[in-house]
């Protein structure tokens, strides 16, 4: 259990394309932090450097106060908990979650004694006769967990543990994964591709792409105030606005209408959830209206959704509020100022 | 397993059986004929061509040959075949199918050509003792079991296992001995029974490579029966039949395949 500092982290293959460039994380010691992003985005790459399973380039990682960089994978003192288990499939539960100790070389007394512990924390004391074979899915990373924590690593690594699990599974295991680690005061870092599980489990996330990272912040400021486009994209917003200059006052979009947002430095593109802007009677004084058509509805359940053609592009409008309302009919908007975004590119 | 309700099946199966094992069973029929001819129906039932076997110091001689051949040919081929295939399965080598048809290769030349050149090459160019050439020509027919079913078994253990080793403290060497070897025990095994009776039954490389000393069981069978038609031959098979069961059962019994292959 410690900090973890990651710094300046590159990683190429050959020495042309960067898989990760100049990555740079902080997680404080107890913290779980996600690593999200799209498959290819380098995020297991980051975790598996810092387990030292692959090698950087270049950058740092430090546990605590030591810098670990060059240290071969067998002496770091991480838990790791991969997304196909990779149980030992000839040794038992038992045996499995004991390895680690053996590699350590403690007395068999000691080795039984933690490994009944963690095996009853992870409630897998009747199965520490078995072999992975004979158990379901969600029993397998339930050991591949223990075996994690029996050793009581400094950082816990969890590259996509809950991809190959079913949905209902998947939300157990993860509240799982999120109590043990409170409970046990662990620092751990999850890679995920799921923007529901890792919200729903970590104190922070790095949002991941082409080898970067877009945003490191807590789960409510990335749904919020997402700081990308990249990222807004990720965490689902519809609506893009392209902006192409600021006046003091207002964003001028493409299509030389002004918007009042918040301002900020490198603005390209503003943002707004479908079911953030309002269809209203009539256009007010107020900023930010603008006039359309409706070009497609769909019947999400608890709303509607409405394609709208407008000056500012097509726009995505979620109503919960008004009659059905039919194609082709002509609507007024509101994008209110708070609910309007600005991303860097 | 085979359902035992299928009766098509069971009968198609029963018919192989009885394709492979009738010439076996008359072969051990004959062998305590005692006409001195091998010829069926047997006339009266003797034990003479078992005990003539001992007679014949070819066969005697023969056979520990062929056994000390065997035995270094196949464990020379694990050796070599184990670690080619861990590099070729786990390495992301460059030309690694180039490497993986190298080493099957012998497989695509026939044998009595593999025997024919080691002759040419090891024996008359590089005049190397016959007994090195012979063991050469029999790892050579040994390696490319070893390597098609070790690699077998090899693609099919998860990589992340040998990295969860590691993470748990292994160095690469302990995790290769207390994590993968265990899980591909069963095609290692598997791999030296096929070495094994390969290099103990091989004639064709045998034959080029035999000498004054170095005889091999097989061709004495073979040169035995070029002057003598008599049941000594059938006896000698059944010795062998019994001898190859033998040690499969062993083999078995104590690495236990079947106990690892669930």
């Known amino acids: 259990m410690a900090k973890l500092e990651v710094k300046n982290l590159s990683m190429s293959y050959d020495g042309k394309n960067k898989i990760l460039e100049d990555l740079s994380l902080s997680i404080q010691d107890g913290e779980l932090v996600s690593i999200l992003g799209p498959s290819g985005c380098g995020k297991t790459t980051t975790l598996r450097i810092i387990a030292g399973l692959l090698k950087q380039t270049d950058g740092e990682i430090i546990v605590g106060e030591k810098n670990i960089s060059n240290l071969p994978v067998h002496k770091r003192e991480f838990g790791m908990v991969f997304q196909s288990y990779a149980l030992f499939p000839h040794l038992s539960v038992f045996n499995n979650v004991a390895f680690g100790l053996k590699m350590r070389k403690l007395d068999k007394k000691q080795i039984q004694e933690k490994v009944e512990n963690v095996l009853s924390v992870t409630g897998l004391s009747d199965l520490a006769k078995r072999f992975p074979a004979e158990l379901s899915g969600g029993q397998q990373q339930r050991v591949s967990l223990a075996r994690a924590l029996v050793i009581n690593p400094q950082v816990l690594l969890l590259d996509e543990p809950l991809s190959n699990l079913d949905a209902k599974l998947r939300v157990e295991m993860r509240e799982e994964i999120r109590r043990l680690q409170q409970e046990l005061k662990m620092t751990a870092i999850f890679v995920t591709h799921d923007q529901e599980e890792c919200f729903a489990i970590s104190d922070k996330v790095a949002v991941m792409n082409r080898g970067r990272v877009e945003q490191f912040d807590t789960p409510q400021a990335i749904y919020q105030e997402p700081k990308t486009l990249f990222v807004a994209k990720f965490i689902g917003f519809e609506n893009f606005i392209k902006v192409v200059g600021y006046d003091g006052e207002a964003y001028l979009t493409e299509s030389n209408i002004k918007l009042a947002a918040q301002a900020k430095e490198n603005t390209r593109y503003l943002t707004i959830r479908p079911r953030q802007i309002k269809i209203i009677e009539t256009a007010n004084d107020s900023e930010n209206v603008v006039k359309g058509r409706i070009i497609n509805r769909t019947y999400l359940g608890n709303s509607y959704r409405y394609t709208v053609k407008t000056s500012l592009g097509v726009l995505k409008v979620d109503d919960f509020e008004h009659d059905v309302l039919s194609r082709d009919e002509d609507v007024i908007l509101e994008l209110a100022v708070k609910n309007l975004l600005p991303l860097e590119n | ?262």
């Open chain 2, 1 to 262: 397993m085979l359902d035992r309700k299928n009766k098509p099946l069971l009968i198609f199966g029963l018919v192989v059986m009885f394709i492979i094992l009738v010439p076996l069973v008359l072969v051990v029929i004959t062998s305590f004929g005692n006409q001195p001819t091998i010829s069926l129906p047997i006339k009266g039932f003797t034990f003479e061509w078992y005990k003539n076997i001992l007679q014949q110091p070819d066969f005697v001689d023969g056979f520990k040959m062929s056994l000390f051949v065997a035995l270094i040919a196949s464990f020379s081929a694990l050796l070599i075949g184990i670690p080619a295939v861990y590099a070729l399965t786990r390495y992301n080598l460059q030309h690694a199918e180039w490497f993986q048809s190298f080493f099957l290769s012998p497989t695509l030349i026939p044998e009595i050509v593999v025997g024919f050149a080691l002759y040419q090459t090891a024996v008359i160019s590089f005049k190397l003792p016959l007994l090195i050439s012979l063991l050469v020509g029999h790892f050579l027919l040994c390696l490319p079991y070893v390597i098609r079913l070790v690699s077998a078994s090899m693609l099919i253990l998860d990589p992340h296992i040998e990295e969860a080793a590691w993470v748990s403290g292994c160095t690469k060497g302990q995790a290769f001995f207390l994590v993968v070897l265990p899980n591909i025990k069963a095609s290692v095994i598997a791999a030296f029974m096929m070495c094994f009776i390969n290099s103990f039954n091989n004639i064709p490389i045998s034959l080029f490579l035999n000498g004054p000393a170095l005889n091999m069981l097989p061709t004495a069978i073979l040169n035995y029966l070029q002057n003598n038609y008599d049941p000594t031959v059938s006896a000698i098979s059944v010795v062998l039949m019994i001898f190859t069961a033998v040690m499969m059962w062993v083999v078995e019994k104590f690495l236990g395949v079947n106990k690892l292959v669930k």
